[in-house]
């Protein structure tokens, strides 16, 4: 299976630098139109080819996942080397797309224009965005194959998680999201697992449905260069592109307000371990499992 997943990840990745290099010498040739347009057709024909590289190696990734045995004393292992390097190439591809996602629109809001030309600055955000799309395709295809899934609520228990969220709120806030969920905070869940209540009933699903909306409204936004898309469909399109690029620099600022508040998560994202104290005190159901090392 690895050698198998190994050269298909090196197929893929051979056939994204061909391909695009070959848009890359096709744009700089004379053109009828300016760099952004290029910029514009480049990225539209490489998204075939981002999505290829991260399934590649996320199927690569897996095969290593599965024969990782390693163990610390005092520790135990909260992330695989996988999901810590998912982690930080997918943070690389928000650093470039986010800001230069939000300057796009409000430089024309405040009426102001950058110190670098427009183009440069739509060229960085779909490096960035190319790298967020082979990040997703690398994230489904890794937890796909490994079959984990304790980012989310076991079956059955959505509504149990909802209201242990519900209750760690403020009380003002809880009632209120408690009653407009119709959630009946005597039946919340008393024993998190492998990750928060908060995480699995409001965190990762939020995260689920502003990359799923800024990456299909991309999506169409992209792909009209390549095909006739109908006027109020890009318009609607366009319009939940910049809701959900809103709704993902909230959820960022919450992302971070929440792990530097709890270091240990944080520096786990780094060495994949946390200290089994931790985890006990924590996340006393995953400790319990029988399967106590399985990581994310």
Known sequence: MRAVALIIVLVALASGIAA???????????????????????????IPFAIAIGIAFGMFCASLTRSAS???????RRFSRATV?????ITIGFVLALPTGVWQYL???????????????YRVHYIGAAIILASLAYFLTYWWITRHRGLLPPRGQWKSHLSAFALGLPPRLGRMVARSLRLRTAEAATTPGQFSFYQTAFSFPM?????????????VKALRYLFEVPGPILWGASTLHVAAMVLLVLKVLDHLRYVFERWPLMAAMTTTWISDRYASAHFPGWRQRSDKSEAA
């Open 207 to 219: 995260w689920t449905f502003a990359l799923t909306l800024i990456t299909v409204t991309g999506l």
């Open 70 to 76: 390693e163990t610390k004393p005092g520790y135990v």
């Open 107 to 121: 430089g024309g809001i405040i009426n102001k224009s950058a110190p670098w030309p427009l183009y440069l600055i």
């Open 85 to 89: 390097i998912g982690h930080w190439v």
């Open 20 to 46: 695009l290099m070959a848009f890359i010498a096709q744009a700089s040739t004379t053109q009828p139109f300016g760099n952004e347009l290029s910029d514009n057709l480049i990225f539209a024909r490489a």
